[in-house]
C-alpha cells in the first residue's frame, strides 16, 4: 500500500519536477513522443542523454508526459496535460526559429 501511495504521489508532482531543468527534456521528450511528433522527441531525447538524466524522477515524468501526449494527440486532455504541451510548442517554436534562421530567413 505504501508503495502505491508513493507511485501516486511521484506521478502526481511530476509536473512539479519537469519545471526543474533538470528534468525538463524527460517531459518534454515523453510529450513528443505521445502526440507522435518524433523529429522534435528524437531532439529533445539527445538533450536529455546529453545532460545525463536517466533515473527514476525522469522516467516517471517521462511517462506522465507521455500519457499526457497522447490525450493532447486523442482530444481527451485535462487541464494539467497542457502544462506540459505549452512546454513543448515552446520547445518547437525554438527549434524551428533556430533552423530559419540559420536558413536566413
Given at each position: 500500500?505504501?508503495i502505491?501511495?508513493?507511485?501516486?504521489?511521484?506521478?502526481?508532482?511530476?509536473?512539479?519536477?519537469?519545471?526543474?531543468?533538470?528534468?525538463?527534456?524527460?517531459?518534454?521528450?515523453?510529450?513528443?513522443?505521445?502526440?507522435?511528433?518524433?523529429?522534435?522527441?528524437?531532439?529533445?531525447?539527445?538533450l536529455?542523454?546529453?545532460?545525463?538524466?536517466?533515473?527514476?524522477v525522469?522516467?516517471?515524468?517521462?511517462?506522465?508526459?507521455?500519457?499526457?501526449?497522447?490525450?493532447?494527440?486523442?482530444?481527451?486532455?485535462?487541464?494539467?496535460?497542457?502544462?506540459i504541451?505549452?512546454?513543448?510548442?515552446?520547445?518547437?517554436?525554438?527549434?524551428?526559429?533556430?533552423?530559419?534562421?540559420?536558413?536566413?530567413?
Amino acid at each position: 500500500m505504501r508503495i502505491l501511495i508513493f507511485i501516486l504521489i511521484l506521478l502526481n508532482v511530476s509536473y512539479v519536477f519537469a519545471q526543474d531543468d533538470t528534468y525538463k527534456y524527460c517531459s518534454i521528450t515523453g510529450y513528443l513522443y505521445g502526440e507522435n511528433s518524433d523529429y522534435y522527441a528524437s531532439l529533445a531525447a539527445n538533450l536529455m542523454i546529453r545532460n545525463q538524466v536517466d533515473n527514476a524522477v525522469c522516467s516517471a515524468v517521462y511517462k506522465e508526459a507521455l500519457t499526457a501526449g497522447k490525450a493532447v494527440a486523442s482530444g481527451n486532455a485535462s487541464q494539467a496535460d497542457f502544462i506540459i504541451a505549452k512546454q513543448a510548442t515552446e520547445f518547437k517554436q525554438r527549434i524551428e526559429n533556430f533552423i530559419l534562421k540559420g536558413a536566413g530567413f
